[in-house]
């Protein structure tokens, strides 16, 4: 089985920065086996969406967040990070981070991010 913890949301104002991350632990061959890490979001009355997920070589981005958000990943830790940067009051949601392994979907239990106006 894989674990997937995230951390690091919390109120910022608009405008501002956060980070948050993702770590995933648990078996270590499937970790090993690990294709992509990312991130959705889901604001209230709202669907899950996609923010951005990265596999070993590459990264994808919804458009409402390229060029403000960052994802990276730290493949020695198993740990995910989304940068953040000039925060909308429309990025307000619970912020998912999911792990694929086997083409099996492993989801934390989200962390919210408020951004005020």
């Known amino acids: 089985q894989v674990q997937v913890v995230e951390s690091g949301g919390g109120l910022v104002q608009a405008g501002g920065s956060l980070r948050v991350s993702c770590a995933a632990s648990g078996s270590t061959v499937r970790l090993a086996l690990m294709n992509s890490m990312g991130w959705y979001r889901q604001a209230p009355g709202n669907q899950r969406e996609l923010v951005a997920v990265?596999?070993?070589?590459?990264?994808k981005y919804a458009d409402s967040v390229k060029g403000r958000f960052t994802i990276s990943r730290d493949n020695a830790k198993n740990t995910v990070y989304l940068q953040m940067n000039d925060l909308k009051p429309e990025d307000t949601a619970v912020y998912y981070c999911v792990a694929e392994v086997l083409g099996r979907d492993y989801w934390g239990q989200g962390t919210q991010v408020t951004v005020s106006s």
């Open positions: 990265i596999t070993k070589g590459s990264t």
